[in-house]
Each structure stands twice: as structure tokens, then as C-alpha cells.
């Protein structure tokens, strides 16, 4: 199922293909500042060539924040939108950003080891310190 997602000033809109039905919270700092909130929470593109722009793609905003991932954001309202990690290998939409709905299975907290105090993490949720285990072969550099 395609998805369509886009900024608060709607400049920057997006379309992708099938996301995964899993989520991740992540409490690096590196979201908490990039979102201005307790954590970010992204859904992975299943086939990152399914996800195109609709509109702004040309003047999209881009933060590389780490050596492997990079922060794409409207640079009219400063949304949130896209992290692109290992040069688009892997991509992952802020969910938030979704006009449309996403059936969600699970999801889980990653980097709970810079969590801020003022957020508690429900007791049965799946909690990782750093990264998950399928992205371990990454420095724990956000
Ligand atoms: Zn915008
Ligand atoms: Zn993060």
C-alpha cells in the first residue's frame, strides 16, 4: 500500500511504497533536537525506491548528521521529514508527517540510554539502549 506524507506548510509532499508496520521511537539526542521533542518515530520504507516527492523535492533541506545518516526537512517550516542512512540504503519517514493512515503492529524505543527524564517508557515496551540488533553494525554516533 502507498503512503502520502508531507510538511506543515505543505511545500515539501511525499509518496512512498510499503512502510514497515513497525515502529521506532529513537531518544538520541540527535532526534530530540532535530524534532524538538522527546524522541522521533520513523517507519522504514520497505523498497527505498518507492519513495519519491511529489513537490519541493528540488529544495529539499539536508543535515548530515552523522557519517552515515542524513536529516531531510522542509527548509520553509523546518518539518522533519525523511532519514536517510548508509546514502539511501536505507530510508525512514517521520511518521507524523503521514496524511494517511498506517496499520501499525509494534514498535519499539531505541537510544533509551539518552532518554529524557520527563517521558517514561511503558513497562511491557520493547526497549533497546543504543541501536537494535539489526543496525548494530553502526557506531553508536546517532
Ligand atoms: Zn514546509
Ligand atoms: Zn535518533
Not at 2 to 31: I, R
Not at 37 to 48: I, L, Q, R, S
Not at 99 to 109: G, P, Q, R, S, Y
Amino acid at each position: 500500500m502507498n503512503h502520502k506524507g508531507s510538511c506543515l506548510c505543505k511545500k515539501m509532499q511525499y509518496e512512498t511504497g510499503e512502510l514497515s508496520t513497525e515502529l521506532d521511537h529513537c531518544h538520541c539526542t540527535f532526534c530530540q533536537k532535530s524534532h524538538g521533542a522527546a524522541f522521533g518515530t520513523y517507519a522504514k520504507v520497505m523498497d527505498e525506491n518507492s519513495f519519491k516527492w511529489i513537490s519541493g523535492g528540488d529544495d529539499v533541506g539536508r543535515y548530515q548528521s552523522s557519517s552515515h545518516s542524513a536529516r531531510l526537512f522542509c527548509n520553509a517550516c523546518g518539518s522533519s521529514l525523511v532519514a536517510e542512512i548508509d546514502g539511501g540504503k536505507m530510508m525512514a519517514i517521520t511518521v507524523a508527517t503521514l496524511d494517511d493512515k498506517l496499520d501499525v503492529d509494534k514498535a519499539f524505543h531505541m537510544f533509551a540510554s539518552s532518554k529524557v527524564d520527563w517521558f517514561e517508557i511503558g513497562e511491557n515496551e520493547t526497549v533497546y539502549e543504543e541501536y537494535p540488533p539489526y543496525l548494530s553494525n553502526f557506531e553508536a554516533t546517532e
